[in-house]
């Protein structure tokens, strides 16, 4: 399966690690990524909120490239699925929102037809095929691991235009990291409030640090009392936000029990045999000696 | 000026039954005072205090999460008429430093986020190869065609 590769701005340029950890797993899983030079996806929570055909209209653009190539693409983060996968819904239901960005890119000698599939990383591993793959492939285990998983608010809503079929509105959450997680021999846990959003964009947007902590506290909160040892994302906005936060919470609060946090790719590729140096884990805040404990699998 | 509510239809706001599932689900509104998206459909839409929402700071504690309008009984586009009024204030001159800022450096260099010497060089160590720019030429015209220059000079 070749596939584009969306890293977003964030992941190669705050966490370079986390595109390692992808560039990794990904051949070992049968999965050839094509490098294209995609922009700013652009934010569901930046552009999209102070103008709201701009972030369409940039949007459609990082879609017309990948189209160009004739490929699906993959992402690693959920502000860029939401962006991507909107887009190419608002394109198919919209009219005039279509025309609109038809004409626009027409000038730049582009065509959105919207043929491309787009995945978040952890759907794409998800699949039937590639989890068997990851079984059969992993050379260590995460056993004993107790994990929780946090998939960022805009992977899954609105679910109107990005999941498939009807989910239940107080439990929306998708289960492809828990499929991975599990088929990691990971121990996966709920945890209560499991898909309150980790509050980043409060700070991101309007500066409003405390009050973003306050959330991240709360979820901290719930995910101790479920038993966690570690946290899998799927968004590095949300990785900062409990990652750095949890550090900046602990200066305050030494008294805080403080769990490693780690991106799904990370896990997949650690067990597939990345080294710690490998997926530069030492540039987490928080330190993942979780990992540690996991067991190298025989055979 | 009202493009974003194309995509939404006005009339359902109208439903609005007040009944604050959105404000009970809404994560700003438990750590922000003055930040409740009940209030804000009340005030915006049957009081008709426009103006004063739109000069609002509050406004952008909006996480665009959605769990408000998932969880709406009426299914109303919360965050939709949210997205909208945080568009028109934006207009207007309302939008938060950091926000313009990351705006403006997207405009620049098409990433939302600053490259430095420092990233390039963990890159390197983790055998990546360097970053390749995209064309921001090409995505400043979007920008500016698209009507972003009413906002911010580009």
Redesign the interface.
């Known amino acids: 399966m070749k596939i584009s590769i969306f890293t977003g ?2 992941i ?3 966490y ?2 986390m ?2 950890a992808m ?1 990794f797993l990904a051949p070992r899983l049968g999965i050839e990524l094509a ?1 294209v ?4 996806c ?13 972030w ?3 949007a459609a ?1 990082n879609l017309c490239l990948t189209e160009e190539k004739g490929l699906d693409v993959v992402t690693l983060c959920s502000g860029c699925t939401n962006t991507l996968r909107e887009t190419n819904h ?1 394109l198919a239901q ?1 009219e ?2 279509r025309l609109f960005v038809h004409d ?2 027409r ?2 000698g582009k065509e959105y037809q919207g043929s491309m599939k787009i995945f978040h990383l952890p759907e794409l591993l998800a699949q039937e095929e590639i989890l068997a793959r990851l079984k059969e492939r992993r050379v260590r285990s995460l056993a004993g691991l107790k994990v929780g998983t946090h998939y960022g ?2 992977y899954f ?3 109107a235009s990005m999941t498939d079929g009807p989910r239940d ?2 439990f ?1 959450l998708p289960d492809s990291m828990e499929l991975i997680l599990e088929a990691l021999g990971a121990q996966v846990v709920e945890y209560n409030r499991q ?3 980790c ?4 700070s ?5 640090s405390e ?2 902590l ?2 991240a506290l ?1 979820k901290i909160g719930w995910m101790n009392e479920a038993g966690l040892e570690a946290l899998a994302v799927a968004c590095p906005a949300c990785f900062t936000q409990f990652d750095t936060g949890q550090l900046l919470l602990s200066r305050r609060e030494p008294a805080l029990r403080t769990l490693p946090v780690f991106h799904i790719a990370e896990l997949v590729a650690y067990a597939l045999g990345a080294e710690a140096e ?1 997926l ?1 884990l030492k ?1 987490h805040k928080i330190s993942p000696t979780a990992l540690g404990a996991a067991a190298p699998t025989v055979g | 000026m009202a ?2 509510l ?2 939404y239809d006005k009339e359902e706001f109208y439903r609005c039954l007040q009944c604050a599932v959105c404000t009970g689900s809404c ?2 509104a ?3 005072q003055g930040f409740n998206p009940r209030e804000i459909i009340l005030r915006y839409m049957l009081y008709g205090e426009q103006e004063e929402v739109l000069r609002d ?2 406004l ?8 408000c ?3 709406c009984p009426h299914e109303i586009t919360i ?1 939709g008429l949210l ?2 009024i ?2 028109l204030a ?1 207009r207007r001159g309302n ?5 313009r800022e ?2 403006l450096l ?1 405009a620049k260099t ?7 010497p420092h ?1 390039d060089k ?2 390197e ?5 360097p ?6 030429e ?2 400043r ?3 500016r ?4 220059g ?2 911010m000079e580009l």
Not at chain 1, 199 to 202: Q, Y
Not at chain 1, 204 to 208: F, H, L, V
Not at chain 2, 95 to 99: E, G, T, V
């Open positions: 701005c964030v190669p340029i705050k370079p690690g595109e390692a560039r490098d030079k995609f922009g700013c652009p934010a569901p929570i930046g552009l999209k909120a102070v103008h709201f055909d701009a369409l209209a940039l653009r608002i919209d005039k929102k626009l890119l000038r730049l608010c805009h809503r609105p679910t509105p107080l929306p898909d309150l959003c509050g980043a964009a409060l991101i947007n309007a500066g409003k009050e973003s306050r959330i709360e490998t530069n540039s | 493009k974003a194309d995509l994560p700003s438990q750590v922000v700071e509050n952008w504690a909006c996480t665009t999460c959605h769990a309008q998932e969880r965050t997205t909208h945080m568009n934006a939008l938060p430093r950091n926000l990351t705006i997207m098409g990433w939302s986020v600053r490259a430095n990233s963990v890159r160590q983790l055998g990546l190869k970053l390749k720019r995209p064309n921001s090409e995505i015209m979007i920008l065609e698209a009507g972003l009413e906002i």
